[in-house]
């Protein structure tokens, strides 16, 4: 049964770090594109990086120069570094995936992923 696993969230301080990862299991092959977004209460999830399986990387302007995403593929992992952390920054986190044969991402629109992860809730303090 395939899985995305995500981890990693947490609370810190305004102008802290944090790790996240996303873990795919229970597939053979890699995704040809993975993506985090994030979902405030009352709001639309919103894409915040994405990786295709050329390596292609995309960020969104909220988070852009604060974040860096990467996958291991042996590892069947996507992770998430976020640095200088903001209290806006603080709402659920979510990893999903998309298989195929395609090369890269094109569409960031959450319709077009079909797999997701549990979420993990990261809150920054002032």
């Known amino acids: 049964q395939l899985q995305l696993v995500a981890s990693g969230g947490g609370s810190v301080q305004s102008g802290g770090s944090l790790r996240l990862s996303c873990v795919v299991s229970?597939?053979?092959?890699?995704?040809?594109?993975m993506a985090w977004f994030r979902q405030a209460p009352g709001k639309e999830r919103e894409v915040i990086a994405g990786?295709?399986?050329?390596?292609?990387?995309t960020y969104a302007d909220s988070m852009k120069g604060r974040i860096t995403v990467s996958h291991d593929n042996a590892k069947k992992t996507m992770y998430l570094q976020m640095n200088d952390l903001r209290p806006e920054d603080t709402t659920m986190y979510y990893c999903?995936?998309?298989?195929?044969?395609?090369?890269?991402?094109?569409?960031?629109?959450?319709?077009?992923?079909?797999?997701w992860g549990q979420g993990t809730q990261v809150t920054v303090s002032s």
């Open positions: 999903a995936a998309k298989f195929g044969i395609e090369y890269s991402c094109l569409s960031y629109h959450p319709d077009s992923f079909n797999f």
């Open positions: 229970g597939y053979t092959s890699n995704p040809y594109c």
């Open positions: 990786i295709g399986r050329g390596g292609t990387v």
